[in-house]
Nanobody, 134 residues
Framework: QVQLVESGGGSVQAGGSLRLSCAASGSTYSRTCMGWFRQAPGKEREGVAA????????LYADSVKGRFTISQDNAGDSLYLQMNSLKPEDTAMYYCAANSLGPTYCSGGGGVGRGLREVFFGYWGQGTQVTVSS
């Protein structure tokens, strides 16, 4: 079993920054691939960023490239999402998620990585709200 607890959400004006955190516990074998997802009211949940706990280049959605940075601590027990230059369209509930994918299928480029597809994630946190005002 894997437990995920997000924190760090809040309200910010457009152009501002927030840093989300996700505390992970439980089986390390079941959380080798960690991701951030978000869901705005009336919209489907979408993948934001993913990273493999063993390292390698992260995977980002086009909508957040250059603005958001996903990172983790050395132990792989904490996941972060640094969000800069926030826009009103970034307003959503943000979720931390985990699965046991290897590095290539987690965050590989060229369309191979599945880290932005929620169907591949079996463990989810409860979410933290991010609201960006114009």
């Amino acid at each position: 079993q894997v437990q995920l607890v997000e924190s760090g959400g809040g309200s910010v004006q457009a152009g501002g920054s927030l840093r989300l955190s996700c505390a992970a516990s439980g089986s390390t074998y079941s959380r080798t691939c960690m991701g951030w997802f978000r869901q705005a009211p009336g919209k489907e949940r979408e993948g934001v960023a993913a990273i493999h706990t063993g390292g390698g280049s992260p995977l980002y959605a086009d909508s957040v490239k250059g603005r958001f940075t996903i990172s983790q601590d050395n132990a792989g027990d904490s996941l972060y999402l640094q969000m800069n230059s926030l826009k009103p369209e970034d307003t959503a509930m943000y979720y931390c998620a985990a699965n046991s994918l290897g590095p290539t299928y987690c965050s590989g480029g060229g369309g191979v990585g599945r880290g932005l597809r929620e169907v591949f994630f079996g463990y989810w946190g409860q979410g933290t709200q991010v609201t960006v005002s114009s």
